[in-house]
């Protein structure tokens, strides 16, 4: 009996057509329009024009400041952190274990926009921060009218929300680690930190590579923090690369020069990750 060996596309026929609809086309789209540029209501090709005018755009290199100095500060922390936490919950003799995950797992699940309400609420002037900063005699902080605090209270907001996220990942990592590595680091006199740094870590690297990677994709793209607590202020001081693409986009309609911009955080992914996998001597 012959077989119909056609017969399989007609499976994936479905899910090929969406892929292409929602996602090739729309990427062939706006790198087309990256090249294009409206004028009187008619797409013009411009050729290089809009990636030349980046150079030139005082607010696309301050948003580029801004991203890279998020990124540089709030990704390592928040890995480190998650490492911490995951370590600790991972230990036999620890009670509650379950509650603990659960809890610091939470924010992951909130709501992008509800938190980062949440927190623009908690840090108003006569918000909760400043009223338990001034109960302990202290004076009351500029959250989110300071450029620098307000780069904090981001960083801060981002640190709260994602933790808890690498963490799982991490603790899901440590579970499939053999107990008698520890067993026989404890026997040669290690301690629980030199364990962390010259067992844990190691061990860990390709789990930690893929967190880092995620975690530089999703700072590069940050929007919902700067959107809702600052609208990028003061004085652009918080405008970040994906809220400039937004205001550019569907603010100002310009929607060729927005491409453009996207695509340059693409091309910065990219070239990010390719430089961590070589950092860290991955494949």
Request: net charge neutral; glycine share 6%.
């Amino acid at each position: 009996m012959k077989k119909n060996v056609a017969f399989p596309y007609f499976f994936i026929a479905p899910a090929v057509l969406l892929f292409a609809v929602f996602t090739i086309y729309p990427v062939l789209s706006s790198l087309m329009l990256s090249f294009q540029k409206s004028t009187g209501g008619e797409l013009i090709f411009t050729g290089l024009a809009n990636y030349q005018r980046l150079f030139g755009d005082d607010i696309f290199i301050k948003a580029l400041k801004n991203t890279f100095l998020i990124l540089i500060i709030q990704v390592p922390i928040m890995i480190f952190l998650a490492l911490v936490l995951a370590n600790a919950l991972n230990r036999k003799l620890l009670k509650l274990k379950g509650f603990f995950r659960t809890s610091f797992f939470l924010p992951a699940v909130t709501s992008l926009v509800a938190y980062a309400v949440l927190f623009s609420i908690m840090m108003q002037d006569d918000g909760i921060f400043n009223t338990a900063i001034q109960m302990l005699g202290l004076d009351s902080v500029p959250w989110l009218s300071h450029p620098v605090w307000a780069k904090i209270s981001m960083i801060l907001a981002m640190t709260w929300r994602w933790t808890g996220y690498n963490m799982v990942i991490f603790l899901a990592a440590l579970q499939n680690l053999s107990d008698d590595i520890y067993e026989a680091a404890s026997l040669d006199g290690a301690g629980k930190w030199q364990q962390f740094f010259h067992i844990t870590i190691p061990q860990l690297k390709p789990v930690i590579l893929f967190s880092t990677i995620l975690s530089t994709i999703g700072t590069l793209q940050l929007f919902d923090e700067p959107m809702n607590l600052t609208k990028g202020g003061p004085a652009d001081s918080t405008m970040t690369l994906g809220l400039y693409i937004y205001q550019n986009g569907f603010e100002y309609f310009d929607f060729g020069y927005a491409s453009a911009i996207a695509y340059v955080v693409v091309i910065m992914v990219a070239v990010l990750s390719f430089l961590q996998f070589k950092v860290t001597g991955e494949d």
